[in-house]
């Protein structure tokens, strides 16, 4: 059964970081497009960050450019998402997504075939 499964999220003060994972089960991630989306409460879910299952390119939203770094280790078949200087605005559940779309990281959202149930990242001092 293809699984994926966030972790790393937490509570953190203002200008911390957090490393979020994402691990697959069940598949292998090489060649999938692996986004990082978010939601806050009363929001609509973004996306935060995509790698290129193609070509390994990256994509950042201007909310966490320049303070955040998506990478990928297939050896551990996982993703991860550095963020740091955070802030209160980035608090929000945040999930994994996995997608074999020829459109790389111009795929959009419900184009992705596999999703992670979330984890909770809460930035408060």
């Known amino acids: 059964q293809e699984q994926l499964v966030e972790s790393g999220g937490g509570l953190v003060q203002p200008g911390g970081s957090l490393r979020l994972s994402c691990a697959a089960s069940g598949f292998t991630l090489d060649y999938y497009n692996i986004g990082w989306f978010r939601q806050a409460p009363g929001k609509e879910r973004e996306v935060v960050s995509c790698?290129?299952?193609?070509?390994?390119?990256?994509v950042y939203a201007d909310s966490v450019d320049g303070r955040s770094t998506i990478s990928r280790d297939n050896a551990k078949n996982s993703v991860y998402l550095q963020v740091n200087s955070l802030k209160p605005e980035d608090t929000a559940v945040y999930y994994c997504?996995?997608?074999?779309?020829?459109?790389?990281?111009?795929?959009?959202?419900?184009?992705?075939?596999?999703w992670g149930q979330g984890t909770q990242v809460t930035v408060s001092s």
């Open positions: 790698i290129s299952g193609s070509d390994g390119s990256t």
């Open positions: 997504a996995a997608s074999l779309d020829g459109l790389g990281c111009l795929t959009p959202s419900w184009e992705y075939k596999f």
